[in-house]
């Protein structure tokens, strides 16, 4: 089986990535997030934009948020004649 492709890493990274071993100093010096996680000063110093959000949307990694929009978006769809908001299975 060949390796698995994540992002940009490369097939030889990939292949040892479940190796690397955090050491007690890397641990204390760059301490690891969880994925999605960041610490807001350090986005400040990095930031070139913000913006607000308002009206209707959806967070696509919840369900729950998807779901209560996606009656409104396939009414809106079939108006247009769209085929690509139906339920696939």
Same mark, same amino acid.
């Given at each position: 089986?060949p390796? #698995?492709? @994540?992002g940009?890493?490369?097939p %030889?990274i ?5 190796e690397i ?10 301490p690891?997030?969880a ?6 000063k350090?986005?400040d110093? #990095?930031? @070139?934009a913000?913006?607000?959000? %308002?009206?209707?949307?959806?967070s696509?990694?919840?369900p729950k948020?998807?779901?209560l929009?996606y ?7 079939l ?9 696939q299975p």
């Amino acid at each position: 089986m060949p390796p #698995r492709r @994540v992002g940009i890493f490369s097939p %030889t990274i990939v292949r040892y990535v479940d190796e690397i071993v955090e050491g007690d100093e890397d641990a204390v010096l760059c301490p690891t997030v969880a994925p999605g996680r960041g610490a807001r000063k350090w986005l400040d110093a #990095r930031a @070139v934009a913000s913006a607000d959000l %308002t009206g209707n949307y959806c967070s696509v990694t919840n369900p729950k948020s998807v779901a209560l929009l996606y009656p409104h978006s396939l009414g809106i769809a079939l108006g247009l004649a769209w085929q690509t908001l139906t339920p696939q299975p």
